[in-house]
């Protein structure tokens, strides 16, 4: 089965051009006032959406801040676990040779 393919042909005629061009302006307007109406609403409901946006940039706060803690404690952790070439070669380093 085949999909609904539809053409495009040329417009004839001089009503054609301006049923088109009708057609165009009332998309147009109907587009702006969408947004008229959107925007009307938004108007309205300001105060949800400024709790929206401030809850966000409270969560994204709590988040890199957390993020910022377990960075330091995994350096931390890693500090701490840092064995350097030169405490391995270094004299008494033949305890850990055994571990090889």
């Known amino acids: 089965m085949t999909g609904l393919r539809l053409r495009w042909r040329r417009l004839r005629g001089t009503g054609e051009y ?49 993020a910022a803690r377990d960075r330091r404690a995994h350096a931390a952790l890693c500090a701490v676990l840092w064995i350097t070439l030169a405490e391995i070669d270094a004299p008494g380093g033949d305890q850990l040779a055994g571990a090889w």
């Open 18 to 66: 301006a049923a088109a061009g009708i057609v165009a302006i009332a998309a147009m307007v109907l587009l702006f006032q969408m947004i008229l109406a959107a925007w009307d609403e938004v108007a309205r409901a300001w105060p949800v959406f400024a709790a929206v946006v401030v809850a966000s940039l409270v969560y994204g706060g709590w988040r890199m801040l957390r």
